[in-house]
T-cell receptor
């Protein structure tokens, strides 16, 4: 079945460091790919998405490119801030899948130190 | 515009009891999904409702059930609670079902502890 694998955390960085969180997926067809972020005590918020190969999603300085050849959707940011500390989830929606049915990775906790 | 509202925020139950969790979607949203979040298993899809009809169900036992009302509010019920049901239960809503560009809006969740 479809699945998402993302790098284990926690990840601890200093402010202004570069961030990469790896995400790979297994799916048939052409899934839609997402990154969600969860701040402490809150629900998930959509950070960015890509719905077809070579699409680049971007938001708040974060970027991820849908790479079908490597089945990857790595999250990157050039300069992290303390306010980026949160748990990041990679997710996919199966091709032709229903709206609310997402498959999530286990999450990567990011801590950014001043 | 109010976000997705889940009640209660925290809940403590004992094994064998049953529990009902409530979710009010964003006004105008007709699709509601439920997820279970645990440290070990991460986020797992429970079920999805659209216009009072269950569209999809995840791989959970029959003790987990849900429903959606005509005003799009949704409830999920867990009967005969087990210790392993302790989790954060998240509800998400979206405007319509079936569009690849539609985004999900999540509530803050109900933290269920089973003792």
């Amino acid at each position: 079945g479809d699945s998402v694998t993302q790098m284990e955390g926690p990840v601890t960085l200093s402010e202004e460091a570069c961030l990469t969180i790896n995400c790979t997926y297994t799916a048939t067809g052409y899934p839609s790919l997402f990154w969600y972020v969860q701040y402490p005590g809150e629900g998930l918020q959509l950070l960015l998405k890509a719905t077809k190969a070579d699409d680049k999603g971007s938001n708040k300085g974060f970027e991820a490119t849908y790479r079908k050849e490597t089945t990857s959707f790595h999250l990157e940011k050039g300069s992290v801030q303390v306010s980026d500390s949160a748990v990041y989830f990679c997710a996919l929606r199966a091709y032709g899948g229903s709206q609310g049915n997402l498959i999530f990775g286990k999450g990567t906790k990011l801590s950014v130190k001043p | 515009k109010a976000g997705v509202t889940q009640t209660p925020r925290y809940l403590i139950k004992t094994r064998g009891q049953q529990v009902t969790l409530s979710c009010s979607p964003i006004s105008g949203h007709r699709s509601v999904s439920w997820y279970q979040q645990t440290p070990g298993q991460g986020l797992q899809f429970l079920f999805e409702y659209f216009s009072e009809t269950q569209r999809n169900k995840g791989n959970f036992p029959g003790r987990f059930s849900g429903r959606q009302f005509s005003n799009s509010r949704s409830e999920m019920n867990v009967s005969t609670l087990e210790l392993g049901d302790s989790a954060l239960y998240l509800c998400a809503s979206s405007l319509v079902a079936g569009s690849t560009n539609e985004k999900l809006f999540f509530g803050s969740g109900t933290q269920l502890s089973v003792l």
